[in-house]
């Protein structure tokens, strides 16, 4: 089979994985000239590339109920040598065609077999082709110490795919993998990341949930993702709304919305970048994020104790709570209040806020600008 047949397969077959905004979408995606799948992935600092992601194998011996390369599914196996996989990378990177490499694979034999090949390709891609740019390398379930270490001093960003929350719900869809196993190289890599002061990974490591794949709450899953925040110092966290696979014990299982799916990505960013607590996050009985409105909004309604605030007067913690204000158009008030008053909403529009819905909860030197409250 021709080398970049073999990119178009195990490319398609590495959609579920997800490695930026929207990259499990066929909308975020892009085919180059040849045919092959291209993705943009949003780096820490704001930039984007242009990635190609794609599997070493899409051969499994993993049968997890949701996947599309589970070993039990009826469906052409490709593979890899590492030396052709990075060759045909060097050529599309001088190309112009990509400048970044996502690089994941079903688990064929032993996991430490796997891991081998998949290193193997990024030290070629290093060290051959003297590629200096951005790498994501996953880790793979069943991976040693010793693959870990060597993924973190030649990847640019490692992840372990969890798919749920905890080891019950697990279970429901992965039955021959481990939550615990796959927890322990991710607190191998925060030891080897610290350990080299950040120099190692800069762009740190990641996870992705599968949602509502096991029946789990919303609740569950952002419990697990605070925790993890927290004690290995993730980057961040990717979810991925179940989409039924044909041929596979899930495939009469509901797809999940994508507003779910939005709703998460909207709480972690509030725990990521607004300074907000997941104890401060709005749930509903059954454990799941309120549709009708954003999380952020969602608290503002239920505190209105906090509300309104001077912007001219008001801390960057407080700003930070105010629906319609962002970091940066809270750095740029904090800013440009120094210089002169905020007066009106068109100041506000001007820092990049969105006025309209800040107005109901703010003060504008001391009075209430005119709003229409939101019906949700």
Same mark, same amino acid.
């Given at each position: 089979?021709?080398?970049?047949?073999?990119?178009?397969?195990?490319?398609?077959?590495?959609?579920?994985?997800?490695?930026?905004?929207?990259?499990?979408?066929?909308?975020?995606?892009?085919?180059?000239? *040849?045919?092959?799948?291209?993705?943009?992935?949003?780096?820490?600092?704001?930039?984007?590339?242009?990635?190609?992601?794609?599997?070493?194998?899409?051969?499994?011996?993993?049968?997890?109920?949701?996947?599309?390369?589970?070993?039990?599914?009826?469906?052409?196996?490709?593979?890899?040598?590492?030396?052709?996989?990075?060759?045909?990378?060097?050529?599309?990177?001088?190309?112009?065609?990509?400048?970044?490499?996502?690089?994941?694979?079903?688990?064929?034999?032993?996991?430490?077999?796997?891991?081998?090949?998949?290193?193997?390709?990024? &030290?070629?891609?290093?060290?051959?082709?003297?590629?200096?740019?951005?790498?994501?390398?996953?880790?793979?379930?069943?991976?040693?110490?010793?693959?870990?270490?060597?993924?973190?001093?030649?990847?640019?960003?490692?992840?372990?795919?969890?798919?749920?929350?905890?080891?019950?719900?697990?279970?429901?869809?992965?039955?021959?993998?481990?939550?615990?196993?796959?927890?322990?190289?991710?607190?191998?890599?925060?030891?080897?990341?610290?350990?080299?002061?950040?120099?190692?990974?800069?762009?740190?490591?990641?996870?992705?949930?599968?949602?509502?794949?096991?029946?789990?709450?919303?609740?569950?899953? *952002?419990?697990?993702?605070?925790?993890?925040?927290?004690?290995?110092?993730?980057?961040?966290?990717?979810?991925?709304?179940?989409?039924?696979?044909?041929?596979?014990?899930?495939?009469?299982?509901?797809?999940?919305?994508?507003?779910?799916?939005?709703?998460?990505?909207?709480?972690?960013?509030?725990?990521?970048?607004?300074?907000?607590?997941?104890?401060? *996050?709005?749930?509903?009985?059954?454990?799941?994020?309120?549709?009708?409105?954003?999380?952020?909004?969602?608290?503002?309604?239920?505190?209105?104790?906090?509300?309104?605030?001077?912007?001219?007067?008001?801390?960057?913690? &407080?700003?930070?709570?105010?629906?319609?204000?962002?970091?940066?158009?809270?750095?740029?008030?904090?800013?440009?209040?120094?210089?002169?008053?905020?007066?009106?909403?068109?100041?506000?529009?001007?820092?990049?806020?969105?006025?309209?819905?800040?107005?109901?909860?703010?003060?504008?030197?001391?009075?209430?600008?005119?709003?229409?409250?939101?019906?949700?």
């Amino acid at each position: 089979m021709d080398t970049f047949e073999k990119v178009e397969i195990l490319g398609r077959s590495a959609q579920y994985d997800l490695c930026g905004e929207a990259c499990g979408t066929d909308a975020a995606r892009k085919k180059d000239d *040849l045919g092959r799948w291209i993705y943009p992935a949003v780096l820490p600092d704001g930039q984007r590339v242009a990635m190609l992601k794609v599997l070493l194998s899409n051969a499994c011996q993993k049968d997890c109920y949701y996947c599309a390369n589970r070993a039990s599914r009826d469906f052409q196996r490709v593979s890899f040598a590492p030396e052709e996989l990075a060759r045909a990378f060097d050529q599309m990177h001088r190309k112009g065609l990509v400048e970044g490499l996502f690089l994941s694979s079903g688990v064929c034999g032993e996991a430490g077999r796997a891991m081998d090949q998949m290193i193997t390709t990024v &030290e070629l891609v290093r060290k051959r082709y003297a590629f200096p740019g951005y790498i994501h390398l996953k880790i793979l379930p069943g991976a040693s110490l010793t693959h870990v270490e060597r993924a973190v001093q030649l990847a640019t960003r490692v992840s372990v795919n969890l798919e749920a929350p905890n080891a019950e719900r697990l279970a429901r869809i992965a039955p021959r993998k481990d939550f615990v196993n796959l927890l322990q190289p991710m607190h191998w890599a925060k030891g080897l990341i610290e350990a080299s002061g950040g120099r190692l990974v800069p762009a740190g490591q990641t996870t992705q949930f599968v949602v509502g794949a096991a029946n789990e709450s919303d609740r569950e899953i *952002l419990t697990t993702t605070a925790r993890l925040y927290q004690e290995i110092g993730l980057a961040r966290a990717y979810f991925s709304a179940f989409q039924p696979v044909a041929d596979t014990p899930l495939e009469d299982h509901p797809p999940t919305p994508p507003l779910r799916e939005h709703r998460l990505y909207q709480s972690d960013w509030l725990l990521r970048q607004y300074d907000f607590t997941f104890e401060e *996050l709005i749930f509903d009985e059954a454990g799941n994020l309120p549709c009708e409105a954003d999380p952020k909004m969602m608290w503002a309604k239920v505190h209105p104790e906090r509300f309104p605030i001077e912007v001219n007067r008001a801390s960057r913690e &407080e700003l930070l709570r105010v629906p319609g204000l962002g970091p940066r158009s809270v750095a740029r008030i904090l800013r440009l209040r120094r210089q002169g008053t905020f007066h009106t909403l068109t100041d506000l529009k001007k820092v990049g806020a969105v006025a309209s819905r800040a107005a109901p909860f703010i003060l504008l030197d001391g009075k209430r600008p005119p709003h229409q409250m939101s019906l949700w």
